[in-house]
């Protein structure tokens, strides 16, 4: 910060990333189930207006390595949730997630926490195995931060009711209200079990059911 906290030498820092949206042809057309996974994938009221702002702020992630024998110094990894929101944002349930520079793994680990099938491409093949081998372990860790989710929905009605709002719609799903009639058929998932099959790691998933 040049000269810290005293005038006048200090000088901003350019801290922000930019990310990129492309698309491919034309608009999406959702078809015969597609229309209802669509609905399944969708994402709460209060997220939708968070997610779409022009400006997100969260915490980096570490650049250095840990206990890998890679030439590389540093692992360009970016923080979880901006996989996991680009993701949900962007595609639905069942959809396929193609990462081509894998790395520590982020995006793939995303997809598996939101229902989505996803391929990695990974030069280096210390990290390939890494990804792999960490993938079966991270049943808990991904379905904490599903039900987090849910809790963070659950908050910002509670807020809202004590605030006097009272228009909602009900997700029987989720056993839970909704701000709008779009929210009212989302099915949140969690991980059931993660096994290495051939030459894939192969998830299943069981719709959160909050009741129990």
Avoid at 35 to 56: G, I, P
């Amino acid at each position: 910060m040049g000269s810290g906290m005293l005038p006048s030498g200090a000088y901003v820092t350019y801290e922000h990333e930019y990310i990129l949206i492309f698309r491919k042809g034309g608009k999406r057309v959702f078809k015969n189930n597609e229309k209802a996974l669509r609905q399944e994938s969708a994402f709460f009221w209060e997220e939708r207006n968070q997610w779409f702002s022009d400006l997100w702020e969260f915490q980096g992630k570490s650049q250095k390595f840990k206990n890998i024998a890679s030439g590389r110094e540093r692992s360009a990894a970016y923080p979880f949730e901006l996989a996991y929101r680009l993701i949900n944002m962007y595609s639905m349930k069942g959809d396929t997630i193609l990462d081509p520079f894998v790395g520590t793994g982020t995006s793939m680990f995303a997809a598996m926490c939101t229902g989505r099938n996803s391929y990695g491409v990974e030069i280096d093949p210390l990290l390939a195995e890494t990804v792999t081998n960490n993938a079966l372990l991270l049943k808990e860790q991904l379905n904490d931060i599903v039900v987090k989710r849910f809790q963070r929905h659950t908050e910002f009605i509670e807020q809202q009711l004590e605030l006097g709002k009272d228009k909602w719609y009900e997700n029987d799903h989720l056993n839970t209200k909704v701000k709008t009639r779009q929210e009212t058929n989302i099915k949140l998932s969690i991980i059931n079990d993660i096994f290495h099959e051939d030459e894939f790691v192969t998830v299943t998933h069981e719709d959160l059911n909050p009741k129990e």
